[in-house]
């Protein structure tokens, strides 16, 4: 590096060959230095400080100057990327900054850029401000904001009516790129099934739709047409991802976290209007439903490489231009400063002095965060300049000359108003007088109800240096009767007066005379007690007479009261107990359901009595603390408050916004910090609250199918049992309020049983299921144990499923069955959405088949046959089904199985089963003949036959079909189709010619 005639040079090595090094140079004429960055870290440094050279010559990069221009033997020969020129000196974190930066190069101007930074959107008519300046969204139904987005703050958009409208439309007529980030998981415990992220005005066109019912698989909608992608979201991890939809060329393309996902064959069109919502259901139940960050619409399609610069930008909290987003600050502001101070002081003696940064006007609150304070007059201990954390701090302030100050503070941040004195005299004024004699004396915070003892009381006066406090030897071992008064500082007011050595002083000036006794050191002791809480002002004042008559002695102190501790108590209404510490039984409250609780500050007064201290109000802290049920188990988180000092009214507060997460019985914990500036924690717990259950149940459901019963043939008769292949599982997740599964529910805290359970019924879109074969308690409920708050319900077919077969003989269908059931535990605790339903009992949504799910109203028939003894004699024995005109063969049925021994066989004297022979029996001998068939059927033919006997007779067939009853018929005409087919098998009788349809035999004697 060369500046003017100063030179810098690195070490060597420093410079990698065939690796990206960021090199800046830097030269401050005011700092006196040339400065060598490599990789953001000073490389080189030389104190120089002479004016820079100027000319008007030609600017070379990449190589030196020589008079007639380019230098060649000087040229850089590698890579150069970025290169920037400014015109002042850059500190170490500017140069660092610039090292970071990613390429903005290739991304174009937004149309619209919402960062959604602003602090919260609780007004009527909020803005989520355009950074590019022309399309300001106003908030709708309630839009939170929340401090931890990807870049900056976030919108939280987690209910379905909340959503953003533009006050400017958006145009997005042509190609376009919308990206936002978004968290996961999304919230479905109420709204539609439709996550709808954003919509034109008009209708027709949403940007992008998300299904929770299909697996949160996403979609788009352009021109009332629909289009389901592949992707689905509940891929996703839960936190923060990146989502960028590119419309081009009549396609809508899908890329999370930077990578291209999926595309569907239809892209919106028109003028963007809703942020997070439809169109149609705007205000509505298609809210997106998820915390939206920088949605950003541009005016081309972006590709795969400017997609990634955008998600590398924004992953590293970075705008589009490469720089960081700065720090947004959505805190309180300090609205002053407040002193409290006795208002008297000795010249002999630092005096201590309170400061509280106030956040409202009658500083109900603090200010929390470090800030740094300028105190006045000057001289204080440890310097002007100090630090307060929490809220407060105390330091003392050294004057040795005997005239009064004024006292001031000045801060960063900037209060908003001027500062404020809280004056032990019981004023306002930031007066405060310090004297050369008076009484010294420190009364320590304490408790309430209880005696602060041993506090010295000494009468002093200032040395010759002014600089230290001696004993007045005026008041050595002698008795004074010095008067004592004390004002209320914090709370102004009260009820309760301070008691000084036993017994009770006044509120006022000159206040009530106390014989104190001093000893030879000009020192004496005090006893305190205040039956209540606050800070508070103890002045001593002496007059002294005759040979003491210009003697006046002065002396006061601040100080705090703080109540023994805290009592607790939850209900649910504001009066009834939250209080069942045990596993069943009531009172129960859902998890992360809002519920009261009452906070008092308590001390015990002499009596031992529990009262409440009247004057107690401080902000609150509310925790769950152990213990905790079930344990072991999961504790927990409490949500909701804290109390403020508002909240408070005569030493106690309610709030009815505090949730607990899990299942089980809670201690909540209450705590107050520092209070009133003091060291003094007041704390306090309750007594066991609960107890807790789930706020409802969420579900997953399988795909469950249905076996056919003959497969080959693709149908089922109806009255034929079928079975599940794949049983239907309900899979539960016991939650709270929020979603969160609640880890608790298990053992003797799970409340879910077969018995609990409601309503399961099927349905079918035609026909009407019989389901009087299913076992006593399905589905079967089950905890898992690897899982604890999750569990399965698991269906049975049990002895089959069938459909009804109905007296009149129907055409086929299909049956489309749908299984519904109310998921509710012991406790009424139910799923989000109940029914819970698999399939829909309408055409083409019932739960599948394996094979095809046609049912067929069948029969079987069996035919008289009539042959020769001497031949097979074949039996017309066959399925047939309604095709809904008449009854034809069931070519299909290759699957019914009917054994011989179902077949009955009567000769008129003898009966057997089909599979014994029979013997057939007339006048002239007998024969016997065996019964043969095929089994299963065989294209819907059984194929019966009996063998030839040799003889004439007959056989009488009947098909027992007690395992078949869905082929049974009203054989009979009774109405009732519970009838076997029978027939009659005769041998030695022929057939005549088909042609003949009527013989008559004449005979002549």
């Not at 300090?334 to 630092?350: K, N, R, W």
Request: hydrophobic share 35%.
């Amino acid at each position: 590096m060369v500046v003017g005639g100063g030179s810098i040079t690195t070490s060597a090595g420093l410079v990698q060959v065939g690796v990206w090094q960021h090199l800046a140079f830097v030269y401050s004429r005011a700092a006196g230095q040339m400065q060598i960055y490599l990789d953001g870290r000073v490389v080189a440094t030389r104190a120089y400080s002479a004016s820079l050279p100027s000319n008007n010559l030609d600017f070379f990069i990449g190589t030196d100057w020589s008079s007639g221009g380019d230098w060649p033997s000087r040229r850089f020969y590698g890579a150069l990327d970025e290169v920037r020129v400014y015109s002042e000196a850059l500190s170490s974190a500017q140069v660092g900054d610039l090292m970071n930066q990613a390429d903005p190069c290739s991304l174009p101007t937004p149309l619209a850029e919402w960062r959604f930074d602003e602090c919260n959107y609780s007004a009527a008519g909020a803005l989520a401000e355009d950074f590019q300046g022309s399309h300001d969204a106003v908030s709708q139904g309630g839009v939170g904001s929340e401090a931890n987005g990807m870049v900056g703050r976030a919108a939280e958009l987690d209910r379905s009516t909340e959503s953003f409208t533009t006050g400017n439309d958006v145009p997005m007529n042509g190609d376009w790129t919308v990206g936002t980030w978004f968290r996961t998981p999304f919230t479905t415990v109420e709204g539609s099934r439709y996550h709808v992220l954003g919509a034109m005005a008009g209708g027709g066109n949403d940007l992008l739709w998300i299904d929770n019912r299909q697996e949160f698989r996403w979609g788009g909608y352009a021109g009332a047409a629909t289009a389901n992608g592949t992707f689905r979201f509940n891929t996703l991890a839960d936190g923060w991802h990146h989502l960028v939809l590119v419309g081009e060329g009549g396609t809508s393309s899908l890329y999370i976290d930077g990578l291209y996902r999926d595309q569907v064959p239809l892209q919106a069109q028109g003028n963007f209007h809703y942020l997070g919502t439809s169109y149609d259901r705007a205000g509505g139940d298609r809210g997106f439903r998820a915390p939206l960050d920088e949605f950003i619409v541009f005016d081309e399609g972006l590709d795969q490489q400017q997609i990634d610069t955008l998600y590398q930008l924004q992953s590293q909290g970075r705008n589009l231009d490469g720089s960081l987003r700065a720090d947004i600050f959505c805190g309180t502001t300090i609205d002053h400063f407040e002193l409290i101070h006795d208002g008297s002081a000795l010249t002999c003696a630092a005096e201590s002095v309170t400061v509280r940064a106030c956040t409202d006007e009658d500083c109900n609150g603090v200010y929390t965060d470090p800030v740094t304070i300028t105190l006045s007059p000057s001289g204080w201990v440890g310097g002007d300049e100090q630090t307060i954390t929490d809220g407060s701090g105390t330091f003392r302030l050294r004057h040795t000359t005997p005239d009064s100050v004024i006292l001031s503070v000045t801060g960063n941040p900037v209060a908003d108003h001027a500062p404020q004195c809280v004056n032990g005299s019981g004023s306002s004024s930031c007066d405060m007088t310090f004297y050369e004699a008076g009484f010294l004396f420190d009364v320590p915070d304490h408790r309430a109800c209880t005696t602060a003892a041993d506090i010295t009381i000494a009468a002093v006066r200032a040395d010759a240096t002014a600089e230290h406090c001696v004993g007045d030897e005026s008041f050595a071992n002698t008795p004074r009767q010095i008067n004592f008064w004390s004002n209320y500082q914090q709370p102004a007011g009260g009820t309760q007066a301070l008691q000084v050595n036993g017994g009770v002083i006044s509120g006022a000036s000159l206040g009530t005379a106390v014989e104190i006794v001093f000893d030879g050191q000009a020192e004496s002791s005090l006893k305190l007690r205040y039956n209540d809480v606050g800070r508070l002002n103890l002045s001593a004042y002496f007059a002294g007479s005759g040979d003491e008559e210009d003697l006046v002695m002065t002396g006061s102190d601040s100080f705090v009261v703080a109540p023994d501790g805290l009592r607790v108590v939850a209900t649910v209404d504001g009066t009834a107990p939250l209080d069942n510490n045990t596993f069943s039984g009531d009172p129960h409250w859902a998890a992360g359901d809002d519920f009261y609780v009452k906070v008092a500050g308590v001390c015990t007064d002499e009596l031992g009595a529990v009262k409440i201290t009247e004057n107690f109000s401080a902000d609150t802290t509310l925790a769950a603390v152990e213990p905790f049920k079930p344990d072991p188990g999961t504790q927990g988180t409490l949500t909701g408050g804290p109390l403020t000092v508002v909240d408070y009214s005569r030493g106690v507060a309610q709030v009815d916004d505090i949730s607990y997460s899990e299942v089980g019985t809670v201690t909540i914990g209450a705590k107050v910090a520092n209070y009133l500036g003091s060291a003094l924690d007041v704390i306090g717990s309750s007594d066991p609250v609960g107890r807790f259950t789930p706020h409802h149940f969420g579900f997953s459901l399988n795909t469950p199918k249905f076996t056919t019963a003959c497969s080959i043939g693709g149908f089922t008769y109806l009255g034929q049992p079928f079975d599940y292949v794949t049983a239907p599982v309900i899979t539960v997740a016991a939650q709270n309020r929020g979603d969160d599964t609640t880890l608790n529910y298990t053992g003797d805290w799970w409340k879910m049983s077969s018995a609990t359970l409601r309503g399961k019924s099927y349905s079918a879109a035609t026909g009407s299921v019989d389901s009087s074969r299913l076992p006593v308690g399905d589905p079967t409920v089950r905890e898992l144990e690897d899982s604890p708050g999750w569990g399965t319900l698991t269906f049975s077919s049990g002895g089959g499923l069938s459909m009804d077969r109905g007296i009149v003989p129907a055409a086929p269908y299909d049956a489309d069955i749908s299984l519904e059931i109310n998921v509710i535990d012991g406790d009424g605790i139910a799923a989000t959405t109940n029914p819970v339903r698999f399939g829909e009992a309408t055409a083409g949504k019932g739960i599948d088949f394996d094979v095809d799910e046609q049912m067929r109203w069948g029969r079987l028939v069996l035919n008289n046959a009539y042959g020769s003894e001497l031949l097979d004699l074949p039996m017309p024995l066959r399925a047939e089904y309604y095709n809904g005109t008449a009854f034809i063969p069931n070519g299909g049925d290759s699957c019914t199985s009917l054994p011989l021994s179902q077949l009955s066989l009567n000769n008129g004297s003898t009966t057997d089963a089909g599979n014994i022979p029979i013997p057939i029996t007339n006048a002239d001998g007998s024969g016997t003949t065996s019964a043969s068939l095929s089994n299963p059927f065989l294209a819907g033919d059984a194929n019966l036959s009996f063998s030839p006997p040799g003889d004439d007779g007959y056989v009488d067939v009947t098909a027992n079909l007690i395992l078949l009853n869905w082929l049974r018929f009203d054989w009979d005409g009774d109405g009732s189709h519970d009838d076997d087919p029978l027939g009659r098998a005769t041998f030695g009788i022929y057939k005549g010619r088909p042609s003949l349809i009527y013989l008559r035999e004449t005979y002549r004697f």
